[in-house]
C-alpha cells in the first residue's frame, strides 16, 4: 500500500502535541478525519472541518445555506495542498497544522510524535492551560474537582496509538475475502439465483459454526451468514451476476476498496447500524458475552428517542433488533460465538471506525 506522511501539529497546546503519522495515498478526506482521531487521541465527539485555500470541507448540512462546506467524502488527501488545517470541536476549537512531508512507510501507522492529546470539553486551549496550572498547584482550590473530572493527563503512547491508526484504515474481513475467493474465475448461480452446493459446503468447511447441524449443508441458506453475505458483496459491487454467473468485480481486487464499500452498508445514522457497531465495539472491550447482558450493555449506549410502532422500544425489542442484524455481523466477521455467549469476532476492530475507536477508548475507560 502507498502511504502519505503526514506531521500534524495541535496550535496554541503546551507541552506541544505533534504527531507523524502514514496514511494511505488514496485517502478521502471523511477517512482522513478518522485518522486524525486516531493518531491525536480525540473521541469523535464533536463537529469538524478541514480547510485549505479559503475552502472549507466536512459533513454538508443543508441547514447551513451560503455556508455549506465542500464534501469531504468526495475530496482525496491529494486533491488538497501540501499544508490545510484541521479544526475539530467548534466549541473549543482545537486547530491543527497538517503538512505532507513525503511519501511514508509500507503500512500506515504512527511513526513519532510528542504530547498527550488535551481531556475533550475542557475549553479549547485556554482552558486546557489553566487546567494544566490548577492540576500542578496541590494548593489550589480546585484541584480535587478537577482531579475526579479529568483523572490523570494522557501521555502520548506511539505504539498504542500506531495500532490505533492501523485498525482504523482497516482489514477486509476473511469472511468477505473466502467468499470472492471461491467466486474468481466466476460461479454459476442456481436456477434460483443461490450459490451453488460446492461453494456452500467450501465455506462450511471454513466456518462450519455458521451451521448448527453436524451435516453437510446443502443449500447457502443452511449457512445462514453466508446468504447475507452473498447479498451484501452484490449490493455494495464486490461481485456482479452476468449471464448467470457471479463474478468478482475490479474492486473486490483492492483490499482498500473493499473495506470502504463494505462501510457504505451501514447507513451512518440507521438504527440497526449504530445498534451493530456499538454491540460489536462492547465485545471487543469486554469479552465475551450472553446476548442478554449484551443488550443490557448496549441499550443506555444507543441513547433515548427510538421507537417502534409509534411506542418507545422497551429493551425486549432492542434484543430482538440486535438478533436480526447479528446475522449480518457474522457475516462480516464482526460477531462469533454460539448462542448462547457472542464474542467479537476478528474484523470487530478493524471494519467500522467508529467500532475501532469506542472499543479502544472502553479498554480503558469502560463505559458500563
Not at 496554541?12 to 485517502?27: F, K, L
Not at 485556554?126 to 483523572?151: C, I, M, N, T
Not at 446476548?291 to 441499550?299: A, C, G, H, Q
Request: glycine content about 10%; proline content about 8%; overall charge negative.
Amino acid at each position: 500500500m502507498r502511504t502519505t506522511r503526514l506531521r500534524i501539529t495541535m496550535r496554541d497546546v503546551e507541552p506541544a502535541v505533534v504527531r507523524v503519522i502514514d496514511v494511505p495515498a488514496d485517502v478521502t478526506l471523511g477517512e482522513l478525519h478518522g485518522l486524525l482521531q486516531a493518531g491525536l487521541g480525540w473521541t469523535d465527539s464533536h463537529l469538524h472541518q478541514f480547510t485549505a485555500d479559503d475552502v472549507r470541507y466536512g459533513v454538508p448540512d443543508p441547514d447551513w445555506g451560503d455556508l455549506q462546506v465542500q464534501d469531504e467524502a468526495a475530496v482525496r488527501l491529494r486533491d488538497l495542498p501540501a499544508r490545510f488545517e484541521y479544526l475539530y470541536d467548534f466549541g473549543d476549537s482545537w486547530e491543527h497544522d497538517v503538512e505532507v512531508i513525503g511519501r511514508g512507510a509500507e503500512t500506515p501507522g504512527c511513526v513519532g510524535g510528542t504530547g498527550g492529546c488535551p481531556p475533550e470539553d475542557c475549553g479549547g486551549a485556554p482552558g486546557y492551560e489553566h487546567l494544566r496550572e490548577v492540576l500542578a498547584d496541590p494548593r489550589h482550590e480546585e484541584p480535587d474537582q478537577l482531579r475526579k473530572w479529568v483523572g490523570e493527563l494522557p501521555s502520548f503512547d506511539r505504539e498504542a496509538t500506531d495500532v490505533l491508526v492501523r485498525q482504523t484504515v482497516g482489514e477486509a474481513p476473511e469472511s468477505v475475502r473466502l467468499l470472492l475467493d471461491l467466486l474468481a474465475g466466476g460461479v454459476k448461480l442456481t436456477p434460483g439465483g443461490r450459490l451453488p452446493r460446492s461453494v456452500v459446503r467450501a465455506v462450511q468447511e471454513r466456518r462450519p459454526e455458521w451451521y448448527s447441524l453436524d451435516r453437510p449443508a446443502s443449500i447457502e441458506e443452511d449457512l445462514y451468514p453466508l446468504a447475507v453475505l452473498h447479498d451484501i458483496v452484490r449490493k455494495v459491487g464486490l461481485a456482479r451476476l452476468a449471464n448467470g454467473v457471479l463474478r468478482p468485480t475490479r474492486a473486490a481486487a483492492d483490499d482498500r476498496e473493499v473495506v470502504r464499500r463494505l462501510r457504505t452498508w451501514f447507513e451512518p445514522e440507521g438504527f440497526t447500524s449504530i445498534l451493530g457497531g456499538f454491540a460489536a465495539a462492547v465485545l471487543a472491550a469486554s469479552g465475551p458475552l450472553p446476548p442478554d447482558e449484551l443488550t443490557r450493555r448496549v441499550v443506555p449506549l444507543v441513547g433515548d428517542g427510538w421507537a417502534v410502532e409509534g411506542r418507545p422500544m422497551a429493551a425486549a425489542d432492542y434484543r430482538r433488533v440486535l438478533g436480526q442484524v447479528s446475522a449480518e455481523l457474522r457475516a462480516l466477521d464482526l460477531l462469533a460465538g454460539d448462542w448462547r455467549t457472542w464474542e467479537a469476532g476478528p474484523s470487530a476492530r478493524t471494519l467500522l471506525p467508529r467500532a475501532t475507536a469506542l472499543a479502544d477508548l472502553w479498554t480503558r475507560e469502560p463505559a458500563w
